[in-house]
């Protein structure tokens, strides 16, 4: 069992930034990011592969949110940049136990965190 807690979430203006960062308690794959806005299902932000090889990206995220990790750490980033009030929801890190092919999918991760709150005003 991989335990994962995020952090560095909080309230910020559009335009703005924050890093999200996830640890986990063990080994795993792909790692992802999504989120969940009150009201609408959990979507997709952002995967990347164990060795960080491969990235993928939600269009709504492209260039302005980074996906990056430290295996040595067990840890996974999200660089958020020019944030938007429609980017506000709980963003939720999930891993893996296989660097699967449908990174979007959420029935593709085994362990999932508590969520940490991003709020953008406008």
């Known amino acids: 069992q991989v335990q994962l807690v995020e952090s560095g979430g909080g309230l910020v203006q559009a335009g703005g930034s924050l890093r999200l960062s996830c640890v986990a308690s063990?080994?795993?794959?792909?790692m992802g990011w999504f989120r969940q806005a009150p009201g609408k299902e959990r979507e997709f932000v952002a995967a990347?592969?164990?060795?960080?090889?491969?990235?993928y990206y939600a269009d709504s995220v492209k260039g302005r949110f980074t996906i990056s990790r430290d295996n040595a750490k067990n840890m996974a980033y999200l660089q958020m940049n020019s944030l938007k009030p429609e980017d506000t929801a709980v963003y939720y890190c999930?891993?893996?136990?296989?660097?699967?092919?449908?990174?979007?999918?959420?029935?593709?991760?085994?362990?999932w965190g508590q969520g940490t709150q991003v709020t953008v005003s406008s």
């Open positions: 063990g080994r795993t794959y792909t």
């Open positions: 999930a891993a893996a136990t296989w660097n699967t092919d449908t990174p979007t999918l959420v029935r593709e991760y085994d362990y």
């Open positions: 990347i592969s164990w060795g960080g090889s491969r990235k």
